[in-house]
């Protein structure tokens, strides 16, 4: 079965700093990934996503993700965060093999401070 | 922003009663999914369903029923509400391909 960890249940950056959001998975070969963002009191939004071709892959919001396939990782980054990237953040997996399912990892709460 | 509306937004109810969630879509979209988000467990997928009147369960499924008689609705269902049902609550749709899911706003319910 596939799984996802995120292994930051919390992290804490200074407004302007840059970030990186960890994310490894367990899968037999190399699944959908999807990083979504959710704001307090919100449901989740899509940041970026990827499917294949090049993996260093852009999102909304100026994040963008890397797929290392030899690490099982699909970590998030940005070069410079704003004080509204205050939010958690969830890396999911998909499974190729047609089902439509998601697993989710248990989150990242970002906090960002001035 | 994909079409989803969930409602409630808010219910507590108590303990032993019946709650039903709504999940309407107007994307036409063929999966449907429920959701429950819990501190430290991120998203569990509790049922979906692939089309009208095709449904199946997820890792967290007891306790829980789902209904889909048309396209735009699923109805999660808890036949006699327990306290550790309290959660958020979370719809999501998909079209065929890639896994990509859209979320509505989300409920919130406490059982007391």
């Known amino acids: 079965a596939q799984s996802v960890t995120q292994p930051d249940i919390h992290i804490t950056v200074s407004e302007g700093a840059s970030l990186e959001l960890r994310c490894n998975y367990s899968?037999?070969?190399?699944?959908?990934l999807f990083w979504y963002v959710q704001s307090p009191g919100q449901g989740l939004q899509l940041l970026l996503k990827?499917?294949?071709?090049?993996?260093l892959v852009q999102g909304i919001k100026g994040f963008e993700a890397e797929f290392k396939r030899s690490q099982s990782s699909f970590n998030l980054r940005k070069p410079s965060v704003h004080w509204s990237d205050a939010a958690e953040y969830f890396c999911?997996?998909?499974?190729?093999?047609?089902?439509?399912?998601?697993?989710f990892g248990t989150g990242t709460r970002l906090t960002i401070i001035p | 922003d994909a079409g989803i509306t969930q409602s409630p937004r808010h219910k507590v109810t108590e303990t032993g009663t019946p709650v039903t969630l709504r999940c309407h879509q107007t994307?036409?979209?063929?999966?449907m999914y429920w959701y429950r988000q819990d501190p430290g467990h991120g998203l569990r997928l509790i049922h979906y369903?692939?089309?009208?009147?095709?449904?199946d369960k997820g890792e967290v499924s007891d306790g829980y029923s789902v209904s889909r008689s048309k396209t735009e609705d699923f109805l999660l269902t808890l036949e006699s509400a327990t306290s550790s049902q309290t959660s958020v609550y979370f719809c999501?749709?998909?079209?065929?391909?890639?896994?990509?899911?859209?979320f509505g706003a989300g409920t919130r319910l406490s059982v007391l």
């Open positions: 994307e036409n979209h063929r999966y």
């Open positions: 369903s692939y089309g009208v009147k095709d449904t």
């Open positions: 999911a997996v998909g499974d190729r093999g047609g089902n439509e399912k998601l697993t």
């Open positions: 990827y499917f294949s071709g090049d993996t």
């Open positions: 899968y037999g070969a190399t699944p959908y």
């Open positions: 999501a749709i998909s079209n065929q391909g890639r896994n990509i899911q859209y």
